[in-house]
């Protein structure tokens, strides 16, 4: 790719780095964009899981287990997914273990994530659905606010184009003058121009975020329903997104293997979707075998209740 230059003052530039450094501690561009999209999620689901009579308190202690849970699912199916990436030859052995550098995959993350709130709300005899319907618009607000890492780290963009919104991917080189496309600084030079598909996803993402909040107060979706919606929305764009990468990605059938898992989760989540019985649970319900009221926060048997 080292070479190739375009003109073309209308692309849309990447960043000309994706670390700074404060002293000898790296400030990573990827994992602020992961953060910020953490907080505004807890946020969100905040917000909604109280509307519907659920305890906040819940979302508290899902977020204990979901977060480190939902990064080991990413990277480990991220990982399976590009196994030649981590361990073909001559590659670092432990370049697995660098999440610092990019390489979470949302399925995975969600899938993870998913069983290990699971678990929890089970043990605490809280239904799962309210709190799923309650997190989903947060979660791909999330993504849409995660992808800008990649901007940031110059990764899993699209083919070349010539389109004018195209993305200028820039030669990187660290202070001794060596290609370094992660933590080096721009040379100015463009080595390729390319379709943004960090952009294209987050765009999607945003919509499907309306397209969820719309639905859920018009038709009072509940049940399941709005995470099944959010999942089987998701599904479908990033199907399409998979034909405009250019990453290594494992084949199977034909497809690549994001793509096939898309497939397998769009069909699913439809059917869950319109097997889901409609209409939304009473605050009752939301709460379950807890018997929590949404503005009690002192209660013994409140895992992590006491919080600074």
Known sequence: MHGVHTDILANIPSPAQGVWFLGPIPIRAYALCIITGIVVAMWLTLRRYRAR?????????????????????????????????YFGSGVDPWAWAKIYEGGLAIIGAVTFGAFAVWGLLRYRKVPLAPFADALAPGVILAQAIGRFGNWFNQE?????????????????????????????????EVIASVHPTFLYESMWNVAVFCVLIWADRRFRLGHGRVFAAYAGWYALGRFGME??????????????????????????????????????????????????DPGESDRS?????QRD
């Open 243 to 292: 034909f405009l990468r250019t990453d290594p990605a494992q084949v199977i059938l034909g497809l690549r293997v994001n793509a096939l898992a898309a497939v397998i989760i769009a069909v699913s989540a439809a059917v869950v979707f319109f097997a889901l019985p409609k209409g939304r649970e009473s605050a009752s319900e939301v709460a379950g075998g807890a018997g929590t």
């Open 301 to 305: 048997n409140t895992i992590g209740h």
């Open 53 to 85: 009579g659920g305890n906040p308190d819940v979302v508290w202690d899902a977020a204990i287990v979901a977060i480190p849970a939902g990064i080991v699912g990413g990277r480990i199916y991220h990982v399976i997914t590009h196994w030649p990436d």
């Open 156 to 188: 899993l963009y699209g083919r070349p184009t010539d389109v004018p919104w195209a993305l200028d991917i820039y030669y990187r080189v660290n202070e001794a003058g060596q290609y370094a496309p992660l933590t080096g600084r721009s040379t100015g």
